[in-house]
Each structure stands twice: as structure tokens, then as C-alpha cells.
């Protein structure tokens, strides 16, 4: 089957000299994004909201939640691959796009709802979407165009900046509304948003006729390649005694280590992990089987860029869940209002600053940051009255999310044209250096994290907010240096009839670096040591009468160190320990803890003592008055120095594995560079580059925009 595209590219009507549909296309992505970042920036920190507070989440564990995080977006970028090919094979980009829009409007609706159920199926129906529209939609951007028209690069620079524009709106609106009024009201907040997208997309389909259509049932023109198949790989793997053999070894050995290594549900997802990439192996086999041996060197520099895109987006991609709860719990973001005008008029003026250069320069996207950045300064001004306050002011920690899409509305341009500068000066400047220098760099802002962790020396003490925007400045720039590159390297280094299947590894390869970022982010958390309640610690002053009488959530510290081989947890004069009750696992976790630090009478540690009333109990006391039970409190003991410690060990961590890999890519550059035969030398790509803000999606494949040394003529991150 070949692609249908029937499109009347000269009889479309016209915006700023761009066809109606780009725009259709531009609203519809940006309201989908704000509908998915605005859910990101506050997922992690519903989770872990208590769940008899004031704004009552799940009350999980932070591991348990960085977990989950892994898990989710792992999932959201795999689904890409089903997505892509029931696109290319079966219904086409517009109704893929159509049907994953409809199921992103139900399950952001869903999430709305105040159910264990429709937190979980909510989840699953946005995995679902994201799989049918994200893979699918850019690829009718580039429909709308002629091969050759010299508005194309312009029309993916505006694209990318509705995606950029929708991230960075999310994060401060979304996760303004759902941190200080109510989770589900931000969930559902996320959901209008991404309504607003499906309705703009559905009421603008006469703009995007002939674009995205299913696939004709013609066979391919004569001369034309055919594409391998993953069906073709499984025939091929079943012929091949020997891959066959290594495959099921490693689906084998893979499950006896997911049953070994892991325990409860985790046996069972890890399985199903390993046997996916078992699979993957296998058919990476089969294809290193039946290529020549210029496309065998290449495929193992194919490999290695895989490699990278995990270790960059397993560090990346730390910014939703442990940076996230990172900035709630350890930052000090309370500021003066004179900081809140300086971000906002300072967003919205960088914006019209960079409206006017774009106008200057005769670029089409002044129209966008004009507008945009006008909006805010006025709509800040309008409202600045009814927000301002004399006194300091705490930022939610979700709306920082929205700092890196900014940067790289700021940045994207400058880092674009300091390499095609830097090219122009004679220095290498091929995809292999930058995806290399941009991980190095990337890398690099966990230091400021590490700082963060070392200014935090005792209980209350809160690191600096600069601190936290220097990181994310360091992400973004690395971002901007190695993804808007990767995707096209692939697709040149790619065996020629495999390109297609090398963009579902691509996905795969994402997908597995946001399921690293969950497992890093799970790691820096310590086992938890959980207790009881048995006695009120009111009569000691530990905690307000009031609170207890309310059965809110309270917390309390206390020095903690052995004696004699036992556990002392001792505030004041007040046995800390005859007020809670622990399990002899969760005593003994606890006793090997102080052990490992050597905790004495005269080197104690700082014992915080997190306590959360029965959710089931609390509800019961609200609708039939029932008094409050001490027993039906439990939670947790942390131990402040050793969890401080775990973090600034991942933070130094993910900074010297990242800054090695890069270095150690810089070192055998020139060995990897000859392995590639001079792919990167033609122009000849069949891909987009990578969109802003995060991976880009498959583009249309008859028109490429890259230059020789595979950046965009148009950085899309601009």
C-alpha cells in the first residue's frame, strides 16, 4: 500500500501566507499538549499528597510514585509504535489523530472523578490517545505542503511553537489550579484543554481535506523500495535456528531475573519488560543478518544512538517526578511579589522582544510571539490588582515544569545558529558531537542539584531557587544540542528497508529512557521504615490538640541514635518510641540505617516522624460524627541526613555516568564517525527532526528540511 495524500495545495486558503490547516493542526497540538504536560506537572504530586489532607490525594510513597511515573510515560511513548502503524497500514494519520484526541478527552475527563478506578483508567485511556495522536500529527504538517515549497520549514517552526506554547501555559495554569485548589479541578482543567483542541480539530477538517487519508490499496511505484515489516522480522526470526535460540535464552533468562530481582505486581511488569525487549533483540538480530557489511558498521553506531537516547532522557527526564517532589519539599520558592512581576513581565516581554527580531528578520513566526507575549503582559497587568500581596508569596513547585518549554522558546533559535556557526568556523559539528555535547551539558545541571542537596544541612532548611532554574537551563541547552539531531541520525544511519521498523525502536528507545528515569528517581528514595500511633503526642506538645482533634495530618521530629544496640528516638525529655509501634522488620530496617551512619548519643540524626489519619476513618467521622481513634494513625519514620544523602548521591551520580558517557562518545568520535560510511554527508533523510520540548514524531517522508550537517534551516525549538 502507498500513502494517500490528495491534497489541493493550490486552491487552500490562506493565514500569514500558510495554509488555514497548519493552524488547525497548531491549536489542536498546543491545546493537546497542555492538556498532557499540565497532568504531568502535577501527576507525581497528587500521588503523594496525602490523602486526608486538605487537598487530599493518593498518599503514596514517593517511590511508589516515581515508579509509577516511570511506568506511565515509558508507556505513552510505546504506544507511538501501535499508533504509527495503525496510521501508515490501516486508517491514516487524520483519523488516528481523530480517534486518539476522542480518548485524551475522555481519559483527562476521567481523571477528574475522585475514584481509585478513575485515577487508573484515566490513565490508561491518555496512554491510548497519546499513542494514536502523537506519532500522527506532524506528519500532516508536512502534507500540507508541495515537496520543495520554501513555507514548509517556517510551517513545522510554527507547529513546534504551538507545542512549546501549550507546555509552558500548562504548567503554570494546571499546576497552579491543582496545587491550591484541587487536584481533580487541575485534572479537569486538562481535560477542557485538550476538548478545546479535539473541537478546533473536528470543526477545521474541511482545511485538511486530501491530508492524512487512509492508505491507498495501489502497489508502490515501480523502482519505488519496499519496506521491511516487523511481521517479515518474526517470519524471518522463526527460520533462523540460531537467533531464534538466543531469543527465547534471553525471554527465559530475562523472566527467572523479573521473578528473582522483583517481588508483588513488579515480577509480573518487569516480565512483561524483559520479554518486549527480548523480542526487540531478536529482531535486531534478524536484521544485522540480512544487511551488507556498510550497513553492519552503521548498525552499530544505529545501536549506540539508542543507547545515548536512553542515558539523555534517563537523566531528562527527572524534571516530572524527582525534581518535581524535590521542589516541593526542599526549595524555597517563597518569594515577593516584585519576583512574580519580573517572571511574568519579563516572560511576556522576552516574548515581544522576540516577536519584533523574528519581524526583522522577516521570519513568519513574529505573528505568534507578538501576540503571545502582548497576552501576558497585558493579562498580568489586568489581574496584578486582584493578585498582589505585601507579603511573600510561595510558588506551587509544579509550575516550574513550565521553565524548560520557556527556555527553549528563548534558547532554541540561538543554540540552532551557534551551530551552524560553529560548522562555518570548520569545526565537526555532526550529530554524533552534539547528541554527545548536549548529554555532557544536560548532565551537567544535576550539579546544581547536588548543590541544592549540600545547602540543605538540616531539618527546615530550604535550598536556593536559583539553584533549581540554573538545572533546568542546563537541561534545556543539552536538549537543544542532542534531540533536535537524534531522530534524523537514526534515520540516515538506518538500513534503507528498515527505516521504518528503526523509528518503533526509536519510540522504544524513549520509552525505556522514561522507564530508567522512574527506576533512578525510585532508587534515590529510601526504603521506607513504617509505624503506628499507639499514644497521643499531645499531652508532650509534639503536636496542637486541635490537629488531633480534626485527625489532619501532622509530622514531628526527634533525635535518633542507638544505645546499647537499640533504637532511641528521643525530642526533649519525651521516648519518642513509646508513642509509636513498630514492626520487628521495620525496627530492625531502622536499627541497620543508624548503624550505617554510626549514630550515637553524640552523633544523633534527625528522625521525622510523618503521621496520616485512616482515610476510610476520617470519612466516617465526617458523615456520622464518630470520635477520633489514635490507633487508626500510621506512617512513617525518615531518617533527614540519610534520605539528603541519597539524593545528593543520585544528583553527583546522574552527572558523572552522564558526563562520562558524553566524554567517552567524544574520545571514539572519530572511530564511530568512520563506521557510518558518510551517511551524514547526504541530505537524503526521510524524517522530520525532533520537535520542541520533547521527542518529535515521524514527518512526512518526501520532504526533508535538514541541512548537510542534519539541523533544522529552521530550528523547531525557536
Known amino acids: 500500500m502507498s500513502k494517500a495524500n490528495t491534497f489541493d495545495f493550490d486552491n487552500q486558503p490562506s493565514l500569514f501566507g500558510h495554509p488555514i490547516g497548519l493552524f488547525v493542526l497548531f491549536f489542536t497540538e498546543m491545546w493537546e499538549r497542555f492538556s498532557y504536560y499540565g497532568m504531568r506537572a502535577i501527576l507525581v504530586l497528587y500521588i503523594i499528597s496525602s490523602a486526608t489532607g486538605d487537598n ?26 501501535p499508533g504509527g502503524i495503525l496510521a501508515d497500514k490501516f486508517i ?13 478527552v475522555a481519559g483527562h475527563g476521567i481523571l477528574a472523578i475522585e475514584a481509585i478506578w478513575a485515577f487508573y483508567t484515566g490513565l490508561a485511556l491518555i496512554i491510548l490517545g497519546v499513542g494514536g495522536l502523537k506519532p500522527n500529527i506532524s506528519t500532516m504538517v508536512g502534507g500540507l505542503y508541495k515537496q520543495g515549497d520554501e513555507r514548509r520549514d517556517q510551517g513545522f517552526t510554527i507547529f513546534y511553537i504551538g507545542i512549546n506554547v501549550g507546555a509552558f501555559l500548562s504548567s503554570l495554569i494546571v499546576g497552579a489550579v491543582g496545587e491550591t485548589i484541587g487536584w481533580h479541578y487541575g485534572f479537569g482543567l486538562a481535560g477542557i484543554g485538550m476538548l478545546l483542541g479535539q473541537v478546533i480539530f473536528m470543526l477545521g477538517q474541511k482545511y485538511l481535506k486530501g491530508v492524512g487519508e487512509p492508505p491507498s490499496k495501489a502497489p508502490k511505484a515501480a523502482g519505488e523500495a519496499a519496506d521491511s515489516s516487523f511481521g517479515d522480522l518474526f517470519q524471518e526470526l522463526f527460520r533462523s535456528p540460531v537467533q531464534l535460540a538466543i531469543t527465547v535464552g534471553l525471554i527465559f533468562g530475562s523472566s527467572i531475573l523479573a521473578f528473582t ?22 529482531l535486531m538480530m534478524m536484521i544485522y543478518k540480512e544487511i551488507n557489511s556498510i550497513e553492519k558498521d552503521r548498525f552499530i553506531v544505529l545501536i549506540l544512538s539508542f543507547l545515548i537516547i536512553i542515558v539523555f532522557w534517563g537523566a531528562f527526564e527527572q524534571a516530572g517526578g524527582l525534581l518535581n517532589i524535590y521542589t516541593l519539599n526542599k526549595i524555597d520558592r517563597t518569594v515577593n511579589f516584585l519576583t512574580i512581576d519580573l517572571l511574568f513581565y519579563g516572560a511576556g516581554g522576552i516574548l515581544v522582544i522576540l516577536g519584533i527580531i523574528h519581524y526583522l528578520q522577516k521570519k513568519d513566526t513574529y505573528y505568534l510571539f507578538l501576540p503571545i507575549g502582548a497576552l501576558i503582559l497585558a493579562g498580568y497587568g489586568f489581574y496584578r490588582s486582584d493578585l498582589y500581596t505585601s507579603e511573600m508569596y510561595e510558588i506551587p513547585a509544579s509550575v516550574f515544569q513550565s521553565v524548560n518549554a520557556l527556555f527553549i522558546i528563548i534558547f532554541g533559535t540561538l543554540v540552532g545558529s551557534f551551530w551552524i556557526w560553529w560548522k562555518h568556523q570548520g569545526y565537526e559539528s555532526s550529530s554524533l ?27 527546615g532548611d530550604k535550598a536556593a531557587l536559583y539553584l533549581l532554574i540554573l538545572a533546568y537551563l542546563l537541561h534545556t541547552l543539552g536538549e537543544l544540542c542532542a534531540s533536535p539531531v537524534a531522530l534524523s541520525f537514526i534515520t540516515k544511519v538506518a538500513p534503507v528497508k528498515y527505516v521504518s521498523i528503526m523509528m518503533g525502536v526509536y519510540f522504544a528507545a524513549t520509552g525505556l529512557g522514561n522507564k530508567v528515569a522512574g527506576a533512578i528517581g525510585e532508587s534515590s528514595q529510601l526504603e521506607t521504615v513504617s509505624t503506628e500511633l499507639v499514644a497521643s503526642p499531645v499531652e508532650y506538645d509534639l503536636v496542637a490538640d486541635t490537629v488531633i482533634m480534626k485527625a489532619d495530618d501532622f509530622e514531628f521530629t526527634a533525635n535518633a541514635y542507638l544505645e546499647g544496640g537499640q533504637v532511641v ?13 513498630l514492626s520487628p522488620e521495620n525496627e530492625q530496617l531502622l536499627t541497620e540505617y543508624l548503624q550505617e551512619e554510626g549514630a550515637a548519643s553524640d552523633a544523633q540524626l534527625t528522625a521525622v516522624v510523618r503521621m496520616a489519619y485512616d482515610e476510610e476513618a476520617k470519612a ?11 490507633s487508626k494513625y500510621s506512617g512513617e519514620i525518615e531518617l533527614f541526613e540519610l534520605q539528603n544523602q541519597q539524593e545528593y548521591k543520585t544528583f553527583v551520580g546522574i552527572f558523572i555516568f552522564t558526563a562520562a558517557f558524553g566524554v567517552l562518545l567524544l574520545l571514539f568520535f572519530k572511530r564511530l564517525k568512520k563506521l557510518t560510511h558518510g551517511a551524514e554527508d547526504t541530505t537524503d533523510t526521510h524524517f522530520e527532526e525532533q520537535e520542541g520540548y520533547e521527542i518529535a514524531d515521524q514527518t512526512d517522508e518526501d520532504n526533508p528540511t ?5 539541523s533544522m534551516l529552521n530550528p523547531p525549538k525557536s
Open 261 to 282: 530481582a522483583f517481588e508483588g505486581t513488579d515480577r509480573y511488569l518487569y516480565t512483561a519488560l524483559f520479554l518486549f525487549l527480548s523480542i526487540v533483540a531478536g
Open 569 to 581: 528516638l528521643r525530642e526533649g525529655g519525651v521516648d519518642v518510641k513509646e508513642l509509636l509501634q
Open 433 to 459: 558531537v552534539k547528541m554527545a555535547v548536549g548529554t555532557i551539558i544536560m548532565g551537567a545541571g544535576f550539579l546544581f542539584m547536588a548543590k541544592a542537596s549540600a545547602d540543605v544541612e538540616q531539618y
Open 620 to 630: 466516617a467521622m465526617k458523615d456520622g460524627g464518630a470520635k477520633v481513634d489514635i
Open 56 to 81: 487530599p490525594g493518593l498518599g503514596w510513597e514517593s517511590s511508589e510514585a516515581l515508579a509509577l511515573y516511570g511506568w506511565y510515560t515509558m508507556l505513552v511513548y510505546v504506544m507511538s509504535i
Open 92 to 104: 491514516g494519520q487524520k483519523k488516528a489523530v481523530l480517534y486518539g484526541g476522542l480518548t485524551l
Open 706 to 710: 535538514q541541512d548537510d550537517d542534519g
